[in-house]
């Protein structure tokens, strides 16, 4: 399966400014891949889908001008918080579809946004 | 879209204890079903999956079957060990690769 690299692993910043987390596919080209947003001990909330060379999609209730994604490259997506604040606080998580079953996914191990 | 009732937690066992948490899942047509584990401190890992009716995924002697009549797939262990110890999350697929993720069930194992 892919491995799935994310930076920084956890990254605490002050209230307005904003934050840029990274996914990388180390070993794998991913034309998508996808952002989870999980709240303590809650389940992960499916933000968007990143698609390289095209606009990502957003789901439902995300606010798109708040979390800008782009994916430059086969192996790399990046999140970026916009003037983050206190409740922007949580877990992010990348993930990349599998090609013998694109429902299985590989995981990245997670960035911890702290906003002060 | 799909939807996911998980066993709500935290599960709390002894060592060598059998495990059973429950999955029933809503899908449009017959999805392939996930169960991913995720251990302290670390990112989701998938468990097994099973991808049609009646398959059994297993993988680390844990065990759950594709039940299409009851929209079903319950996780298993005969035997728990610390190690064991993390959060479990059923999910079953769907259009545009799209995971639907249960709330997660804590395990903790006690030796």
């Known amino acids: 399966g892919a491995v799935v690299s994310q930076h920084p692993s956890w990254v605490i910043c002050k209230s307005g400014t904003s934050v840029k987390i990274e996914c990388r596919s180390l070993d794998f080209q991913a034309t998508t891949m996808f952002w989870y947003r999980q709240f303590p001990k809650q389940s992960l909330m499916l933000m968007a889908t990143s698609n390289e060379g095209s606009k990502a999609t957003y789901e439902q209730g995300v606010e798109k001008d708040k979390f800008l994604i782009n994916h430059a490259s086969l192996t790399l997506s990046t999140l970026t918080v916009t003037s983050a604040h206190p409740e922007d606080s949580s877990f992010y998580i990348c993930s990349v579809p599998g090609t013998s079953d694109y429902n299985e996914q590989f995981f990245g191990p997670g960035t911890r946004l702290t906003v002060l | 879209g799909n939807s996911v009732t998980q066993m709500e937690g935290p599960v709390t066992l002894s060592e060598e204890a059998f495990l059973t948490i429950n999955c029933t899942y809503t899908a449009t047509g017959y999805p392939s079903l996930f169960w991913y584990v995720q251990y302290p401190g670390e990112g989701l890992q998938l468990l097994l999956k099973?991808?049609?009716?009646?398959d059994k995924g297993s993988n680390k002697g844990f065990e759950a079957t594709y039940r299409k009549e009851t929209t079903s797939f319950h996780l298993e262990k005969g035997s728990v060990q610390v190690s064991d110890s993390a959060v479990y999350f059923c999910?079953?697929?769907?259009?545009?690769?799209?995971?639907?993720f249960g709330k997660g069930t804590l395990l903790t194992v006690n030796p």
């Open positions: 099973a991808t049609k009716a009646d």
């Open positions: 999910a079953p697929g769907g259009s545009n690769y799209k995971l639907t």
